[in-house]
Each structure stands twice: as structure tokens, then as C-alpha cells.
């Protein structure tokens, strides 16, 4: 339990840090809302002069851009970039942390075996992960209702606010099975940065080509289809599996991998 507090007490800072962050850029986009729904077919207007590939990477249907949910779906693929980035970024640094401070020796040598320092880790990430997302849903929340003037299909809106949470969990595991891997690491937001943004690319390269199934496996950002969640109120059942086996093989692997490792110091 001590690890633990001590853990959440270490991420405070940069957690309250990317909530800021990524409830002032949903609060940016939003803040646009009222002024594009005055002139919506002057909007739809201009976003039809977009080639259609580049549609479909930003996520943008016509048939249903005006309306806040459709709206909302079109910005959303920045604020999943965003959380993406956040929770590799914790994955990556929090079992590697001690290597890169130097205090591996000091916290190995304690009374405490390595799964029970894995464990409160991997939970303390966790606690951060859930509280970012419990709070930039309520704040958002607030400011949907306050921007948008009619109502809208909140189950919709929240599903695909979920798909934020399944984001950042993958991303959150993909980032501890490579910091296993590396026995030392001195810097963490190159590593973060390149992952997330080539599984990003490809995912963006993905959605303007035929849009095949099989190729979406290649990139998480590609597993929950806003298209489909406010046409269907669902998820798509293949890739929602996939995802949780990634976050559970991965998290087991890096546990594994974590406990019988030497561990050293960055020099």
C-alpha cells in the first residue's frame, strides 16, 4: 500500500498536467461548435471540397457533421492522439523509472518482492489513467450541454468516450512490454512519441485507402470507428477482443519478463 500511495503521489503532477491539457483542446474544438452550426451548410460546404480520403482520415461524415455527436466524433482523433500519448508515456516510464534515477539498487534491497513493486505500479498507473478519464468526461460533459442548444444521444456520446479509456489502456500496456525489453533507457518521450504517432499514421493511412478489415488490426486507433459506434450504438465485438488480449498478454508479459530481469542503472 505504501508503494503504492507513493507511486500515485510520484504521477500527481503530470497526471493533473495532460487532464489540463486534454480538456482545454476538447474545450478549443467545442468552442467552434456554436459558430459552425450558424452556417452549417456553409461548413458541409467547405468539407466537401476535402477529397475524400482526406475525409476519412480525420473522420469526417457529412451526413452527420452538423449535429454535436458528429461533431465531436471529427476532434476526437486528436484527443486519442493526445491520451495515447500520455499513457504510453506512463507505460514506458513507470517500471523503468528506477533505472533511469538511479535508485533501482535502493528500492530492490527493500523487503518487498518484485511482483508486489510490479503490482503497485501497474495499479497506481492505472488509478492515474481512470481518474484522468472519470474527470475529462464530467468537465466534458458540461461543456457539451453548454455549447450544444438541442439534444443528442448520450449513450452514443458515451461510448465513444469509452473508446478513450481502451485507448490509453492498450497504448499504457504496449508501452510496459517495450520498457522490459530496453535495459536501459535515458530518455522516454522519443520512444512514447514514435510509437504513438506511427501507429497513428498507420491508422490515418488505414482509413484512406479501402478500409479493410484485416488491415485495421495493424493500428489501435483503428479499432473503435466512430462511424460505426453512432450508426450501430455498439462496438465491433473482433476488435474489442483484440484489444483486451493485447493489454492482458502484454501486461502478463511484462510482469514476467519484469521480475526476472537484472536490473541496472543508467549510466
Known amino acids: 500500500m505504501n ?39 456553409g461548413f458541409k460546404k467547405l468539407l466537401g471540397n476535402y477529397p475524400a480520403p482526406v475525409r476519412a482520415m480525420l473522420g469526417i461524415n457529412l451526413s452527420y457533421i452538423t449535429s454535436i455527436v458528429g461533431f465531436y466524433s471529427m476532434i476526437f482523433s486528436f484527443i486519442s ?18 533505472s533511469r534515477e538511479r535508485t533501482a539498487d535502493f528500492l530492490l534491497v527493500k523487503p518487498v518482492s518484485r511482483p508486489a513493486i510490479v503490482t503497485a505500479k501497474i495499479l497506481a498507473s492505472l488509478t492515474t489513467i481512470f481518474a484522468l478519464d472519470i474527470v475529462f468526461y464530467a468537465v466534458l460533459s458540461i461543456m457539451v450541454n453548454i455549447v450544444n442548444t438541442g439534444s443528442f444521444d448520450e449513450k452514443t456520446f458515451f461510448l465513444i468516450n469509452l473508446t478513450l479509456l481502451f485507448l490509453q489502456l492498450m497504448f499504457f500496456a504496449i508501452g510496459l512490454i517495450i520498457s522490459v525489453f530496453f535495459s536501459k533507457l535515458k530518455s522516454v ?43 450501430n450504438a455498439n462496438y465491433e465485438a473482433s476488435y474489442l477482443i483484440t484489444g483486451a488480449i493485447i493489454v492482458i498478454v502484454a501486461i502478463a508479459a511484462s510482469c514476467m519478463i519484469y521480475t526476472r530481469k537484472d536490473i541496472h542503472a543508467v549510466s
Request: net charge positive; proline share 3%; with cysteine.
Open 3 to 41: 508503494m503504492y500511495l507513493h507511486e500515485l503521489k510520484s504521477l500527481r503532477k503530470s497526471t493533473i498536467i495532460w487532464t489540463i491539457v486534454i480538456i482545454a483542446l476538447a474545450a478549443l474544438y467545442l468552442s467552434v461548435y456554436p459558430g459552425m452550426v450558424k452556417d452549417a451548410d
Open 81 to 98: 492522439l493526445c491520451g495515447a500519448i500520455q499513457s504510453m508515456n506512463l507505460g514506458v516510464s513507470i517500471l523503468s523509472k528506477e
Open 189 to 231: 518521450l522519443p520512444i512514447s512519441l514514435g510509437v504513438v504517432l506511427g501507429f497513428y499514421m498507420i491508422g490515418a493511412l488505414i482509413s484512406t485507402g479501402n478500409n479493410d478489415d484485416w488491415a485495421r488490426y495493424f493500428s489501435p486507433f483503428n479499432y473503435f470507428s466512430t462511424a460505426n459506434i453512432i450508426k
